[in-house]
């Protein structure tokens, strides 16, 4: 079975750091792309950072430019999501995806269960 297990979430304070991970199995992680999603509530999905796994190409959302940084370790099967100087704004649950390249996450193959990011101010 696909899974895309995401965790690492919790509450922080503003300016505070988070590491989300999401651990792939299932299929063929060097095939894919995997991409960080978050939701709010009454408000769109919206992109947050995406990373080639077989090239290391990413793509970062302008609101998290110089803020976060997108990482994939190959041998576990597993990307990261570190979040330094978080906002009250960023408070979300993100979701991680897999697809068969940036261009087309929105679009994902495989959508994993989210993880609750809360910063209070």
């Known amino acids: 079975d696909v899974q895309l297990q995401a965790s690492g979430g919790g509450l922080v304070q503003a300016g505070g750091s988070l590491r989300l991970s999401c651990a792939a199995s299932?299929?063929?992680?060097?095939?894919?792309?995997i991409g960080w999603f978050r939701r709010v509530p009454g408000k769109e999905r919206e992109g947050v950072s995406y990373v080639s796994v077989s090239d290391g190409s990413t793509y970062y959302a302008d609101f998290v430019k110089g803020r976060f940084t997108i990482s994939k370790d190959n041998a576990k099967n597993t990307v990261y999501l570190q979040m330094n100087s978080l906002k009250p704004e960023d408070t979300a649950v993100y979701y991680c995806a897999a697809a068969s390249s940036l261009a087309t996450m929105y679009d994902a193959d495989f959508w994993g269960q989210g993880t609750q990011v809360t910063v209070s101010s």
């Open positions: 299932g299929f063929t992680f060097d095939d894919f792309a």
